[in-house]
């Protein structure tokens, strides 16, 4: 069901990604960590809100330059600034896939800084620990990350 879930966010983001205007009051997007201590910065970055789920909520990965890392963030649009969560292994707010598309279990923390709902802007940090589902030894520590996405 997880994975299912987690396809089904990276297709929508995939599918229906907004093309941005060249403004220059624009802010720039990244989610950049590090990943078992080397640096990860998304090149590809797609954010989406979807009300499937009853509530406004923003799906956002981001994909490193040779795609071996996507990091996916799923948070409610209602989430409040200053908000700190702890993400256990039954939650989707942080989601992790590597190269050969292994899903993880996450457990960690994110910092939600800014919710501007006027210009659609998210930003704040993460870490956590992705363990993958069918091999339990192969654990991922993701530490440092920061994010600012649009939707």
Do not use: H, Q, W
Request: net charge negative; charged share 20%.
């Amino acid at each position: 069901m997880k994975k299912l879930f987690f396809f089904l966010a990276i297709c929508s983001g995939l599918l229906f990604a907004a093309c941005g205007d060249d403004d220059d009051n624009t802010p720039e997007e990244f989610i950049t960590a590090e990943i078992d201590g080397a640096a990860f910065e998304a090149v590809t970055i797609t954010a989406i809100v979807d009300n499937t789920l009853g509530e406004p909520i923003v799906f956002a990965t981001g994909v490193n330059a040779d795609a071996s890392f996507t990091i996916g963030m799923n948070i409610p649009v209602s989430t409040a600034e200053g908000t700190t969560a702890t993400i256990d292994e039954l939650d989707l707010a942080l989601t992790f896939t590597d190269a050969a598309e292994n899903t993880f279990f996450t457990v960690g923390e994110f910092k939600l800084d800014t919710n501007d709902t006027d210009d659609n802007v998210m930003e704040g940090t993460f870490s956590f620990t992705a363990t993958d589902s069918d091999d339990p030894t192969n654990v991922i520590e993701v530490s440092n990350g920061e994010f600012r996405i649009m939707y």
